[in-house]
Nanobody, 122 residues
Framework: QVQLVESGGGLVQPGGTLSLSCAASGSAGGPGVMAWFRQAPGKEREFVASISWTGEASKYADSVKGRFTISRDNAKNTAYLRMTGLKSEDTAVYYC???????????????WGQGTQVTVSS
């Protein structure tokens, strides 16, 4: 059973930078596609970014393109989300998710972390 533990959330001022980590354990052969989603109060959970098993391919929501960067270290079974130029509308609980697929196309997510709060406020 794959387990995910997110860390790195917190309070940051608008325009600031924050990095999140997602450590996966219990996955034979390592996790497949890893992704970040977020859910703001009163809104549905939305996709933020995903990265393929090799790390060569990634995908971003339009709202974060150019500001957020997803990466992974397969030796540590860990994915990262570096967030720059943060805006108040980025405030949300951020969730890590993994897929059994190794490629972005058709990836579905069946394991989720507990979430970490990111608050962007002055």
């Amino acid at each position: 059973q794959v387990q995910l533990v997110e860390s790195g959330g917190g309070l940051v001022q608008p325009g600031g930078t924050l990095s999140l980590s997602c450590a996966a354990s219990g996955s034979a052969g390592g996790p497949g596609v890893m992704a970040w989603f977020r859910q703001a109060p009163g809104k549905e959970r939305e996709f933020v970014a995903s990265i393929s098993w090799t790390g060569e391919a990634s995908k971003y929501a339009d709202s974060v393109k150019g500001r957020f960067t997803i990466s992974r270290d397969n030796a540590k079974n860990t994915a990262y989300l570096r967030m720059t130029g943060l805006k108040s509308e980025d405030t949300a609980v951020y969730y890590c998710a993994v897929s059994r697929n190794r490629y972005l196309s058709g990836a579905t997510y069946d394991t989720w972390g507990q979430g970490t709060q990111v608050t962007v406020s002055s």
